[in-house]
């Protein structure tokens, strides 16, 4: 009678597949909640993400990583609603919630995940979560929305369900990520200006050491860094620390009340400056002339932001020992992931001079790898 397909036929019909990566800092850290800039790379390691449809209504999450899966049902969709044993599918779950909050319609979905991004390393594998599922969920209930408000339903995923008081910086890497180039993203207009960063053709490599100390951005200290941050601006009298520039850090230096304002307040300045400079050098082909920036822009998270690790610090230290024309931490930091830019024959040493240096201290065995820029969010079937 009726020539409706039976529900299991249906869910049968269509499915698609997207991948999005995780990225690589190459400057500009914790910058971006400061209306600032940043220089991310997205990164070969991504994430896949395959959304079907279900004739119950409900949220299937399924990850090759986990155990699972976890189930939601779409009436109780919302912030809170996962039992602690399942709140990585948050960062699934949750772009479903910010795409029905956007008023978007939802129906039964499953929605499988399968990521090689090494978790809690400082290499976004949560951006690279959301930004796969919120393209393909895009695609598969034909929403029509564009790059930038696939950035803007992911971060809320990322703010607002999972509680991670994030920048927005990782989400606009592995959407708009482009082989061969680092972005320079201006953070308070979003705009994103692709940048020439061809490793190969300037025979470099850029190594990333992770050091396995684990980093986490729910855990407080990250958004104590941020508290810290709008405090100064305001008490500088600006929108965000990103309106002052080197010129007047010498006066803000003399009006903020205590040495822990101005460490914060002087790293964010200083950082925004050199992500520019960065910038500059990259877009006339100085790939080598950037280390340095690189190197100084460790030295204030570490001395002035304060939110690196003896790990880190060391293997920074032992990459800048072996040649390289620049090392520093990349991502939120308190532990995660070191990059060094240096040359090829000069990585494996490098990397080995790291676990020797690592193995010495009772720490735990980093992990070395070389990345180069790769594509953004992007159709897999
Ligand atoms: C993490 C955050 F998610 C970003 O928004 C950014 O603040 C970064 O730390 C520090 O630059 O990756």
């Known amino acids: 009678m009726s020539s409706l397909p039976e529900p299991a036929a249906a869910a049968e019909l269509v499915q698609c597949t997207w991948r999005a990566p ?4 190459l400057i500009g850290e914790h910058t971006d909640y400061n209306d600032g800039f940043c220089l991310p790379l997205a990164i070969p390691q991504g994430c896949t993400a395959t959304v079907s449809p279900l004739a119950e209504p409900v949220i299937e999450v399924i990850s090759a990583q986990r155990e699972g899966p976890v189930e939601i049902a ?30 978007h319609q ?12 090494p978790a809690g ?17 895009n695609d598969q209930l034909g929403l029509g929305l564009d790059r930038s408000e696939l950035v803007a339903v992911a971060r809320q995923a990322e703010n607002d369900f999972v509680g ?9 890497a592995s959407i708009f990520g482009e082989r061969g180039r680092v972005l320079l993203c201006d953070m308070r207009s979003l705009a994103v200006e692709p940048v020439p960063f061809d490793l190969e053709a300037a025979g470099l490599t850029l190594l990333v050491i992770d050091t396995k100390a684990p980093h ?6 990250y958004g104590e860094r941020r508290d810290a941050c709008e405090e100064a601006a305001r008490l500088l009298g600006v929108p965000a620390l990103r309106d002052l520039s080197l010129e007047e850090l010498s006066d803000a230096m003399n009006r903020l009340p205590n040495e822990t304002l101005r460490k914060r307040a002087r790293h ?26 690189l190197t100084a822009s460790h030295a204030s998270m570490r001395d002035d932001f304060e939110i690196t690790v003896p790990e880190v610090d060391l293997a920074v230290e032992v990459l800048l020992a072996f040649g390289a024309f620049g090392a520093r931490m990349t991502g939120g930091g ?48």
């Open 268 to 293: 964010v300045i200083t950082e925004n400056d050199r992500t520019l400079a960065c910038a500059d050098l990259l877009r006339t082909g100085q790939l080598r002339q950037v280390g340095p920036l």
């Open 22 to 25: 995780g990225r690589v800092n």
């Open 74 to 103: 779409l009436a109780e969709l919302a912030p809170g609603a996962l039992a602690d044993e399942d709140q990585w599918a948050g960062y699934i779950a949750g772009v479903a919630w910010a795409l029905a909050e956007r008023g």
């Open 216 to 221: 986490q951005l729910t855990d407080g200290l």
């Open 334 to 381: 308190f532990g995660g992931c070191v990059i060094g830019l240096m040359e090829p024959a000069q990585a494996r040493a490098a990397a080995l001079a790291v676990v020797a240096a690592f193995a010495g201290r009772d720490y735990l065995e980093p992990v070395s790898f070389p990345v180069t820029a790769a594509d953004g969010a992007h159709r897999l079937g």
């Open 164 to 172: 991670a008081p994030t920048g927005g910086m990782d989400q606009l």
């Open 121 to 137: 390393a400082g290499l976004s594998s949560s951006a690279a979560l959301e930004c796969s599922v919120a393209s393909a969920l």
């Open 106 to 117: 939802l129906s039964g979905l499953s929605i499988t995940v399968d990521g090689d991004v």
